[in-house]
């Protein structure tokens, strides 16, 4: 676990200077939205799809160190890679087209939700076939367990999409997502190393042992891309990076058995998505009357007159104290 966070995030400051040069060239830069804050239009043109970075590094550390055996039918860092790179598809895909169009739209929302949806529904039937994971839930401080039964699968579809889409719209300062995503990731690998513990070897333990090195890995590769996406930002990770993050949060915590634990742990994303929800819901209920300065949460703080690195160093403390608390939630 240690050596595959330190490969990743060594390697990710070695190539990071290599790859803002190749983006600047192929001209994939960022299209910044118009009706965002006056201060980012100095960030338009700032090269994007950097998440390409994070999850090349993240998967190939992660496949370096698979322990044991390769069963890819229940192998949990298979499985887990294979939602998020779908959602980096998705992202990629988005991006791409923002870049072609030249504004900050990429596919329609259905185009996004279509694929998204897909994905989701695969991976729950996958979790809820799964023997060692099921259609059972670990319920947080209450050391129970809840079976859903068939609703399991809709339920785990739910959380991929919400959590993924949840990661894309905390996307919105330098550093924020890749911040926040560093320390949720590290605290599921430790989740994944002390349930390895508990299964006392076999299969099962093998497979959370590689589930934790996949965190780790991920982990290590957001804190090597931070060197490049903090305040001033250089590069950004584009919904290439935000999407396969939030896939990637989504499918360990499902394997874990622990999607009660994200609103906990995740509760940065949770909140973008909620103020987001909240804020266009009264904007039609009241006919043009807002909640926020703007949505998602972390504009309005910037509207307010918080710096961005104040923004994203409040959100990551948050994340640490609150990731704190899922840990005592399930020990």
Aim: with cysteine; proline share 4%.
């Amino acid at each position: 676990m240690i050596l595959a966070a330190l490969i990743a995030f060594a390697t990710s400051l070695a190539l990071g200077p290599a790859l803002l040069p190749l983006l600047r060239r192929l001209k994939l830069g960022q299209n910044v939205f118009e009706l965002g804050p006056k201060s980012h239009q100095s960030k338009q043109g700032t090269p994007t799809m950097g998440g390409w970075l994070i999850f090349l590094i993240g998967a190939t550390v992660s496949l370096a160190f698979h322990a044991g055996a390769w069963r890819p039918g229940t192998d949990m860092m298979l499985a887990a890679l294979l939602l998020a790179t779908g959602n980096l598809c998705i992202g990629f895909a988005d991006d791409l087209m923002k870049i072609r169009r030249k504004r900050n739209r990429g596919l329609s929302p259905k185009q996004k939700m279509a694929g998204q949806i897909v994905l989701a529904l695969a991976f729950a039937a996958y979790c809820y076939a799964h023997p060692q994971v099921g259609d059972g839930v670990t319920v947080p401080f209450f050391r129970a367990e809840w079976k859903l039964g068939w609703l399991y699968i809709p339920a785990a579809a739910f959380v991929i999409v919400a959590t993924a889409n949840s990661a894309n719209l905390l996307d919105g300062l330098d550093g924020l997502l890749g911040s926040v995503a560093l320390v949720d990731m590290a605290t599921f690998g430790l989740l994944a190393l002390v349930a390895a513990g508990v299964a006392r070897g076999g299969e099962e333990a093998g497979n959370l042992i590689n589930l934790s090195v996949f965190c780790c890995a991920t982990a290590g590769a957001c804190m090597g891309f931070l060197r490049f996406n903090v305040f001033p930002a250089r590069l950004f990770m584009g919904d290439t990076g935000s999407m396969f993050l939030g896939g990637a949060v989504a499918a360990v915590a499902l394997l874990l058995r622990l999607p009660l634990l994200i609103p906990i742990v995740c509760v940065c994303m949770v909140a973008s998505s909620v103020s987001d929800i909240l804020q266009i819901g009264y904007f039609k209920l009241t006919h043009g009357k807002r909640i926020f300065k703007m949505a998602p949460l972390h504009h309005h703080f910037e509207m307010l007159g918080t710096p961005e690195s104040k923004i994203t160093a409040m959100y990551t403390i948050v994340t640490a104290a609150c990731c704190l608390l899922g840990l005592l939630g399930v020990m």
